[in-house]
């Protein structure tokens, strides 16, 4: 059969509740235009983000009944320990609450003010935390990476000529890791190549540098690689999952993703004495080192989710969704960046309109528009996300204007894609009417989610 269909039926409804335009006007204006303020129930398709968002599926939700809450040592805990050093074959697993912790735990044990992290592309919560001890975060991102339009695969590598001079640049000594993001959320949740993990460890290893891996939608990129690169077409996900964790030294990992849960985290490490410190650093912050920050139903949640996200069908479906989006809008000429992610379709906000500099945020405008039209939650990935100012309030923009459409984990159905298709139709032919904003107030860290606009 041609139709890939989904590969569950439905057992439990959720209502939308859908408000009218002139509604959505005002609750925007009270979110101070910022679509992260706004209240879920006046969204009617909330493609905010694919992070914590998903179904469960009956055996997740069997699973939960099963939850050890032991304070120490539980059963649920040895599960979800055993299935992480399954899938990575990392020798220490650290649970957390979400991913960020592990980032932080990650950052704050590890880093100077004089160090340096070079990634392909940092999410805005792993740059926040390196720069939050002072140190710099680097995206070393292939240059393919960077244009929108060119439609090759693996557009999430990172770029090796870029690292080796940042090595040299900064030394070795400045670097106590390095990372790289699969998918590359940042640049539009493309996927990053077997060979291109195998390259980028080599080269670290010449300079004793270890690699952790950002694993946040490693399912997703193995399905990439299974598809797209030689040599893998008959491997399952799983074996390559595990072959792309046995370059790691560690990895950091948001279960919210490809653990198709709605919270938890994990941090890995084959480092003894680093354990040693991410652990100490984890009962101060997030909990006893056998719970971390979450309860044990969740930990059993976690380790049937991450297994889950490794099943092929579950894959195929999952990308048939986001290439359904991606065909619709094509063929209007819409602007997107190609290929498709494994995860959403990201929208090139500075082609769509070209009338607003980025200057002037664009995605914020695109963001905003989808939501007034029909009640479309999108986010920005582009200079208020990822840009910043310098000290004398000058915006310096980021390198691409991007409006994140995230998709759920089995959450939408095909006509829910239709009407999305209809929306950001509707959008695109009265594009010209679109106003530009200017940031009313911002916070210092990772201003997206809270800051103010008003309209220019
Ligand atoms: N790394 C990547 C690549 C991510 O996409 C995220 C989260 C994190 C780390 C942090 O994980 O949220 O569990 O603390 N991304 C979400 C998103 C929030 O919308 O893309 P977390």
Known sequence: MKTIMEPFRIKMTEPIHIISKEERIKALERANFNVFALDAKDCCIDLLTDSGTGAMSAQQWAALMIGDESYAGSKSWKKFEATV???TGLKHVLPTHQGRAAENILATTR?????????????DTTRANIE??????????CKEGLNTALDVPFKGNMDLEKLENCIKTNGAENI????????????GGQPVSMQNVKDVKALLSKYGI??????????????????????YEDKTLLEIAQEM??????????????????????????????????????ILREGFPTYGGLAGRDLEVIAVGLMEALAYDYQVYRHATVEYLGKKLDKKGIPFVKPVGGHAVFLDARKF????????????????????????????LGSVMFGKQD??????????????????????TQSHFDYLVEVISDVWKNRTSIPSYKIAYQPKFLRHFTCHFKKI
């Not at 880093?111 to 999410?123: A, R």
């Not at 939050?132 to 991102?141: C, E, H, P, S, V």
């Not at 950002?214 to 193995?222: G, T, W």
């Open 85 to 87: 050093q399954e899938i």
């Open 391 to 412: 000290e004398k309030g000058n915006e310096i923009p980021a390198n691409l204007e991007l409006v994140r459409l995230a998709f759920p984990r089995r959450v939408y």
């Open 210 to 231: 270890p690699l952790y891996i950002d694993a946040c939608r490693f399912a997703e990129n193995a399905y990439f690689i299974k598809q797209l690169e030689k040599g």
């Open 132 to 141: 939050f001890t002072g140190a710099r975060a680097l995206d070393l991102l």
């Open 176 to 187: 106590p890791f390095a990372m790289i993001t699969v998918t590359n959320n940042t640049g």
């Open 111 to 123: 880093l100077k003010p004089t160090d340096v992290v070079p990634n392909n592309s940092h999410f």
């Open 245 to 282: 964790f046995s370059y790691a030294d560690g990895a950091t990992m948001s279960c919210k993703k490809d653990g198709l849960a709605n919270i938890g985290g994990f941090l890995c490490t084959n480092n003894d004495e680093w354990a040693t410190d991410f652990r100490n650093l984890l």
């Open 353 to 380: 309109l070209p009338h607003i500099p980025q200057n002037e945020f664009p995605g914020i405008g695109l963001v905003n528009e989808l939501y007034i039209d029909g009640g479309v939650r999108a986010v920005e």
